[in-house]
């Protein structure tokens, strides 16, 4: 079979070739140790491949999270789902778009159905609503963007590059490194001049771009091990910890008390339901929030005094009593406080939840 990469919108006429007298035939797309090519090189068939993948085991660890704990559904994303995105990333991968405020950045719509696969992984791994902020589920799940892992992949493979531990065909494409005046050690590179954006996109200008910006932060040349380290700190934020609760239906209610959509009457009416016309407590003496919701509604006076038993009792012990009245503590503990007990007051709060019967379907 023949196979063209080709750009142009008006395909030239190439000859038929001819093995032992029979025509060779001409394909769109090859299969390349797994990479799908297509002849204009845009990926769509080989990313919609591991999209159909990924979202099977989606399904799977949806309908698991009824039974298993955050950790092991937490590794099942990055086994099941994120393996398939990753791989050959740092090929397919496209720069987010950097636009005038307030938009910011930007992803492309190839990058975004991607992007679009791990907020879908999130919601089935925290058990929260669809329309929940993407940026607040990473935070609790200690997750970096997929685009901002893709571009601390290439910096990663540039690093291998450098170092000779790929064959010579990659580093021979790098332009002469130049050094850092101040330390003879690092080195960097000129930028890469790009005509077009498809060029400046692909590996060779994109990673010697982050390269150079990374580089300032280190005295001499780092290992790929602190590399790694110094890199992803950047991007991945630290996971919120649950202290090995394991209660995953409860686990869900403060997940979703956390990114701010549950079904309290003032996150509905902020995300626009259309069942939800007023954010008023079905009390009448409040908009129905989370601080009223722990704090003040009376139809939930009886739980509310059990809460705040088990609570009072740690705080005292602690002698953070002043605390009492702090709506983060109910859902995330406190730094002073030992893991023990902080689980005793998370799984108050989640007793305080099911006991008030607020959040059942």
């Not at 068939?45 to 990924?54: D, G, M, R, T, V």
């Not at 101040?182 to 930028?191: D, E, L, Q, R, V």
Request: proline share 5%; hydrophobic share 35%; aromatic share 10%.
């Amino acid at each position: 079979m023949k196979f063209y990469f080709l750009k142009k919108k008006i395909s030239p006429n190439h000859p038929q070739l001819l093995f032992n007298g029979v025509p060779v035939a001409k394909v769109n797309n090859q299969n390349h140790l797994g990479l799908i090519l297509d002849s204009k090189l845009s990926f769509c068939n080989h990313l919609s491949e591991k999209i159909a993948k990924a979202k099977k085991n989606i399904g799977i660890i949806r309908h698991l999270s009824r039974y298993l704990p955050l950790k092991t559904l937490n590794q099942m994303y990055k086994f099941l789902v994120r393996s398939h995105l990753d791989y050959c990333d740092i090929i397919y991968h496209e720069p987010a778009v950097i636009n005038l405020p307030p938009i910011g950045l930007s992803l492309t719509m190839l990058m975004e159905n991607v992007e679009r696969i791990q907020y879908q992984a999130a919601l089935a791994v925290t058990g929260t609503w669809k329309g929940s902020s993407r940026n607040k589920l990473y935070e609790e799940l200690g997750w970096e963007s997929l685009s901002d892992r893709r571009k601390c992949r290439r910096v990663l493979q540039l690093h291998k590059i450098i170092n000779e531990e790929t064959p010579p065909y990659l580093s021979n494409k790098l332009p002469r490194p130049r050094r850092v005046q101040h330390n003879a050690t690092i080195a960097t590179f000129p930028n890469i001049f790009c005509r077009t954006n498809r060029y400046r996109n692909s590996f060779n200008p994109d990673a010697i771009s982050s390269w150079n910006t990374c580089m300032s932060h280190f005295i001499d040349s780092p290992s790929s091990r602190l590399l790694k380290k110094h890199i992803f700190s950047l991007f991945r934020p630290s996971p919120k910890i649950m202290f090995e609760i394991h209660d995953p239906l409860g686990i869900q209610y403060l997940f979703q008390l956390r990114v701010g959509l549950s079904p309290l009457k003032s996150h509905k009416k902020h995300h626009n339901f259309a069942d939800t016309l007023s954010d008023k407590c079905s009390c009448t003496l409040g908009i129905e929030n989370i601080s009223h919701f722990l704090f003040q509604c009376p139809l939930y006076t009886t739980q509310r005094a059990s809460l705040a038993a088990s609570v009072i009792l740690v705080l005292l012990r602690n002698n953070l009593n002043h605390l009492g009245n702090q709506e983060r503590l109910y859902l995330y503990g406190h730094d002073s406080l030992n893991m023990n007990d902080n689980k005793a007051i998370l799984l108050s709060t989640i007793k305080y939840i099911k006991d008030t019967k607020r959040f059942n379907a």
